[in-house]
């Protein structure tokens, strides 16, 4: 069983930067697919950004791409989210998420099977 433990939300006016961390606990295999998806009110749960922690190839959702940025420390089996250039539209609850695979990590919401509580991102134009 793997435990995910989210931290870093925040408020930030737009323009503004927040670095978002997931540690995972319990059976940690090396090749994980790990990341993030993000909630707003009233909208399905849509992906982030994501890494395989075996390869380090990462994933992006379009509207993030050039502005966020996913990372992994192995040592400390925790995986980043560095968000800069925030918007508005980047408010919503981010939750990390892990499944055990080697592959590709753009998977539905559906296909990981690991989550964190959730932490909080409000972003103020």
């Known amino acids: 069983q793997v435990q995910l433990v989210e931290s870093g939300g925040g408020s930030v006016q737009a323009g503004g930067s927040l670095r978002l961390s997931c540690a995972a606990s319990?059976?940690?295999?090396?090749?994980?697919?790990m990341g993030w998806f993000r909630q707003a009110p009233g909208k399905e749960r849509e992906g982030v950004a994501f890494i395989s922690t075996g390869g380090g190839s990462t994933y992006y959702a379009d509207s993030v791409k050039g502005r966020f940025t996913i990372s992994q420390d192995n040592a400390k089996n925790t995986v980043y989210l560095h968000m800069n250039s925030l918007k508005p539209e980047d408010t919503g609850m981010y939750y990390c998420a892990a499944v055990l695979r080697s592959g590709g990590c753009w998977l539905s919401r559906y296909e990981y099977n690991y989550w964190g509580q959730g932490t909080q991102v409000a972003v103020s134009s």
């Open positions: 319990g059976y940690t295999y090396i090749s994980m697919c």
